[in-house]
């Protein structure tokens, strides 16, 4: 058992022993990143046209969507019932954003 223990030890004891040694010059010093393939004027001229081709789609999309004829309701009757002001508003008798002409306007 320690024969075979010391055959499976000793190869791994040479290789970090010797692993040092190993001429540190031969190898390349320059760190390789994932990114380093690639041209960065490339890519940037690339996501350029790809941006101004999304922008034309969505633009003219938009125009031909917003172009089209489109329904307009009619004014519902005034009921009785709607608006009941008891008090007027601090900013006048309407509603903030209602601007409507009264009669003592004219």
Known sequence: MAQAM???????VLRTR???????SSV???RSFSSEGHDD??????WKKI???G?????SLAIYSLSG????????????????????????PDGLFETKKHHSEH
């Open 6 to 12: 010391r055959s499976r030890l000793f190869p791994a």
């Open 18 to 24: 010797l692993a040092p040694s190993i001429n540190v």
């Open 28 to 30: 390349s010093s320059k």
């Open 41 to 46: 004027a490339y890519e940037t001229e690339k």
């Open 51 to 53: 941006t101004i081709a």
């Open 55 to 59: 922008i034309i789609a969505c633009t």
């Open 69 to 92: 004829e489109h329904e307009h309701h009619e004014e519902p009757p005034a009921y009785p019932y709607l608006h009941i002001r008891n008090k007027e508003f601090p900013w006048g």
